[in-house]
């Protein structure tokens, strides 16, 4: 990345999720419960934090906490105020479903994040293949939606126009890792593979961001 917060013309925002521990009290223990399998007494309450930073800058956007019954996924649209038309969002498998990506892309935003839950799709069911490891997708709008009522989900698009980007991580000593990345950046020329998964790699960054 160049001097600016900016790469290829977008501002790309880190999303990430900790935890932290507090006094036992019982007014800690009521908003933030420890964990259920831990006996009374043996463990602290914690809360959860979901934080959007530059990556570029490590500056902090903006952030939400809540108790462990609340998922990251929720904290994340407590944000999306906090994202610009033509930013990027660069998150794990967290950030991966349909509807999030569907209501991101409304807004301008792209999204670059590892797969879940849905298999990879194989080249022979590609739309276009762009590459090695670099494929053309579609997915198909889900029967259900957690969160959303048969109206709200019946108003997201039908399908998806995507692309899946195959990645190894080779670290020595280790065995050899395959991540799957989904992006709405579409553009092989503008955006080639390798510098996805350059990208990609740079989000581990995100852990210096947290105090």
């Not at 001097?3 to 790309?12: F, L, M, Q, T, V």
């Not at 463990?43 to 490590?58: E, M, V, Y």
């Not at 569907?102 to 762009?130: H, Y």
């Amino acid at each position: 990345m160049g001097a600016s917060d900016n790469w290829r013309g977008h501002r790309i925002v880190v999303v990430d999720s900790t935890g932290v521990s507090m006094p036992d009290t019982k007014p800690n223990q009521d908003q933030w419960p420890q964990q259920h399998h831990q006996k009374p007494g043996c463990g602290l309450p914690s809360a959860r934090i979901t934080a959007c930073f530059s990556l570029h800058t490590g500056a902090l956007l903006s952030y939400r906490t809540s108790n462990k019954h609340v998922s990251e996924i929720i904290r994340l649209r407590q944000q999306i105020d906090a994202f610009r038309k033509s930013d990027i969002l660069l998150g794990d498998k967290a950030f991966c479903g349909y509807r999030d990506i569907c209501e991101r892309s409304e807004r301008g935003i792209d999204s670059i994040i590892s797969l879940c839950r849905r298999p990879p799709v194989k080249a022979v069911n590609a739309v276009k293949n762009l590459g090695k490891g670099d494929l053309l997708i579609r997915w198909v709008r889900p029967l259900k939606v957690s969160g959303l009522s048969a109206e709200n989900l019946q108003a997201l698009p039908p399908s998806l126009l995507l692309r899946q980007v195959k990645i190894t991580i080779n670290q020595p000593g280790f065995r050899s890792k395959v991540i799957y990345l989904v992006t709405t950046l579409l553009d092989a020329e503008k955006y080639p593979a390798k510098d996805l998964a350059d990208v990609y790699f740079r989000r581990w960054d995100v852990e210096l961001f947290f105090p």
